[in-house]
C-alpha cells in the first residue's frame, strides 16, 4: 500500500508517473518562462498546480531521478525570471548614472566623462585649460560611472534587479537563487513503482500470442459524440482494428467504487462494447462489486500492480475462450 501521506495518492500523479513508465515521457525538462518562472510543460498537463513541489516529493520518495541543469536568479516577490539590469550610486543610492570613458586632468584635477571634454573641445571646464597630451596633463583611468545627483564616480556600482514582471527592485543577494533539475523515473525502483503504475506489455506479448491484437490507451468515438478512452482495448485478429472493440479494461490505482463501475458501464454502452473488465489496485468496493455484476462488468483486484497484470491476464484469456466457444 501506498503511505498516506505520498503524492501518489493523487490521480493526477500517478497518471503522470504511468506517462513516464510507457515511455509516452522520457525526461521533464524544465522552461524558463519570462513571466511564469520556471515551468515544467510535459508534468503540467498532468499535475496543473504546485508542480515543482510534487517533483521534488516524488524525488524524495524515491520514484524520480533529479539531475541539476543549471541554476537561475528569479524574483524574490512574483517569481519572474525576466530582470532589467540596474545600477545605484554607492555613495548616495541614486539610479540617476551615466557611463564611459572618464579623464582627470592632472592640472587642476577635475574629473568627468570624456564626452563633457569633447563638447568643450577638449578645454577643462573647471581652469579652462586645454588638454594637450595623453599621459602628458591628463590621463584615462577608464570606464567607470558618474552620479548625476552627487557627482561621485566608481567602477563599481551597486547592480540591482528590477523585475520585468511586477516591477520589484532587488539586489543580486535578494533575487531568489534556485536549482534547475531535470527528473527521470527511476526504473530500477521496481516493487515502489508497482504499487502506483503498471506494465501492459506482458498482456500484449500473451494475447499476440492467442491470435489477438491489443492496444493501450485506445480512444473512440462513441453515439454521443463524446471521446472515450479505455486503458486496455483487444480485438480477434479476424475482425482486425475494427471500430469497436471486442474486449476493453480499465485500470484504477486506487479503491474503486460504484462511480468508476457507472463510468465505465456510460462509456461501453455509448460505443457499444459487450465486455469490459474494471481492474483495481488494492481493491473495489463492495457495492461496486454488486454493481458491477449488474451490468455485466468484470472486477480484477490486486495488492499491487505486478499482481494484477497477471489476474488481468487471465481474465481477458478467459472472456477469449468464451468468445471463441460462442
Given at each position: 500500500?501506498?503511505?498516506?501521506?505520498?503524492?501518489?495518492?493523487?490521480?493526477?500523479?500517478?497518471?503522470?508517473?504511468?506517462?513516464?513508465?510507457?515511455?509516452?515521457?522520457?525526461?521533464?525538462?524544465?522552461?524558463?518562462?519570462?513571466?511564469?518562472?520556471?515551468?515544467?510543460?510535459?508534468?503540467?498537463?498532468?499535475?496543473?498546480?504546485?508542480?515543482?513541489?510534487?517533483?521534488?516529493?516524488?524525488?524524495?520518495?524515491?520514484?524520480?531521478?533529479?539531475?541539476?541543469?543549471?541554476?537561475?536568479?528569479?524574483?524574490?516577490?512574483?517569481?519572474?525570471?525576466?530582470?532589467?539590469?540596474?545600477?545605484?550610486?554607492?555613495?548616495?543610492?541614486?539610479?540617476?548614472?551615466?557611463?564611459?570613458?572618464?579623464?582627470?586632468?592632472?592640472?587642476?584635477?577635475?574629473?568627468?566623462?570624456?564626452?563633457?571634454?569633447?563638447?568643450?573641445?577638449?578645454?577643462?571646464?573647471?581652469?579652462?585649460?586645454?588638454?594637450?597630451?595623453?599621459?602628458?596633463?591628463?590621463?584615462?583611468?577608464?570606464?567607470?560611472?558618474?552620479?548625476?545627483?552627487?557627482?561621485?564616480?566608481?567602477?563599481?556600482?551597486?547592480?540591482?534587479?528590477?523585475?520585468?514582471?511586477?516591477?520589484?527592485?532587488?539586489?543580486?543577494?535578494?533575487?531568489?537563487?534556485?536549482?534547475?533539475?531535470?527528473?527521470?523515473?527511476?526504473?530500477?525502483?521496481?516493487?515502489?513503482?508497482?504499487?502506483?503504475?503498471?506494465?501492459?506489455?506482458?498482456?500484449?506479448?500473451?494475447?499476440?500470442?492467442?491470435?489477438?491484437?491489443?492496444?493501450?490507451?485506445?480512444?473512440?468515438?462513441?453515439?454521443?459524440?463524446?471521446?472515450?478512452?479505455?486503458?486496455?482495448?483487444?480485438?480477434?485478429?479476424?475482425?482486425?482494428?475494427?471500430?469497436?472493440?471486442?474486449?476493453?479494461?480499465?485500470?484504477?490505482?486506487?479503491?474503486?467504487?460504484?462511480?468508476?463501475?457507472?463510468?465505465?458501464?456510460a462509456k461501453v454502452l455509448d460505443v457499444g462494447i459487450e465486455n469490459a473488465i474494471l481492474a483495481a489496485v488494492p481493491i473495489a468496493s463492495e457495492k461496486a462489486k454488486t454493481l458491477a455484476k449488474y451490468y455485466e462488468i468484470t472486477i480484477v483486484e490486486a495488492e499491487n500492480t505486478d499482481v494484477?497484470?497477471?489476474?488481468?491476464?487471465?481474465?481477458?484469456?478467459?472472456?477469449?475462450?468464451?468468445?471463441?466457444?460462442?
Amino acid at each position: 500500500m501506498v503511505g498516506e501521506d505520498s503524492v501518489t495518492k493523487r490521480y493526477e500523479v500517478r497518471r503522470l508517473l504511468q506517462k513516464m513508465r510507457d515511455g509516452i515521457i522520457k525526461e521533464l525538462s524544465v522552461t524558463i518562462d519570462p513571466k511564469l518562472g520556471i515551468t515544467y510543460p510535459e508534468a503540467e498537463v498532468d499535475l496543473k498546480s504546485n508542480v515543482q513541489n510534487t517533483l521534488e516529493a516524488l524525488h524524495q520518495e524515491g520514484y524520480l531521478l533529479k539531475k541539476q541543469k543549471e541554476n537561475v536568479m528569479i524574483c524574490k516577490k512574483c517569481s519572474g525570471a525576466s530582470f532589467m539590469i540596474m545600477h545605484r550610486c554607492p555613495n548616495c543610492n541614486s539610479l540617476s548614472l551615466r557611463k564611459g570613458m572618464i579623464i582627470q586632468h592632472l592640472t587642476c584635477g577635475y574629473t568627468e566623462l570624456e564626452s563633457i571634454f569633447a563638447e568643450r573641445n577638449y578645454v577643462c571646464p573647471k581652469c579652462k585649460k586645454k588638454l594637450r597630451a595623453l599621459g602628458v596633463d591628463y590621463v584615462k583611468p577608464g570606464i567607470q560611472y558618474v552620479c548625476n545627483e552627487c557627482g561621485n564616480i566608481t567602477q563599481s556600482p551597486a547592480i540591482l534587479l528590477k523585475c520585468w514582471t511586477c516591477g520589484e527592485l532587488q539586489t543580486i543577494d535578494e533575487a531568489r537563487y534556485i536549482e534547475i533539475n531535470t527528473y527521470l523515473l527511476d526504473y530500477t525502483k521496481r516493487e515502489l513503482l508497482a504499487k502506483v503504475t503498471f506494465n501492459l506489455t506482458p498482456i500484449i506479448q500473451r494475447i499476440s500470442a492467442v491470435g489477438w491484437i491489443a492496444k493501450k490507451d485506445y480512444k473512440i468515438t462513441g453515439k454521443s459524440g463524446v471521446e472515450h478512452t479505455f486503458t486496455l482495448a483487444l480485438w480477434s485478429y479476424e475482425h482486425g482494428l475494427s471500430k469497436t472493440p471486442d474486449i476493453v479494461a480499465d485500470i484504477h490505482m486506487d479503491i474503486v467504487d460504484e462511480t468508476r463501475v457507472l463510468a465505465l458501464y456510460a462509456k461501453v454502452l455509448d460505443v457499444g462494447i459487450e465486455n469490459a473488465i474494471l481492474a483495481a489496485v488494492p481493491i473495489a468496493s463492495e457495492k461496486a462489486k454488486t454493481l458491477a455484476k449488474y451490468y455485466e462488468i468484470t472486477i480484477v483486484e490486486a495488492e499491487n500492480t505486478d499482481v494484477l497484470i497477471e489476474k488481468l491476464a487471465f481474465s481477458i484469456e478467459d472472456v477469449i475462450k468464451k468468445l471463441i466457444l460462442r
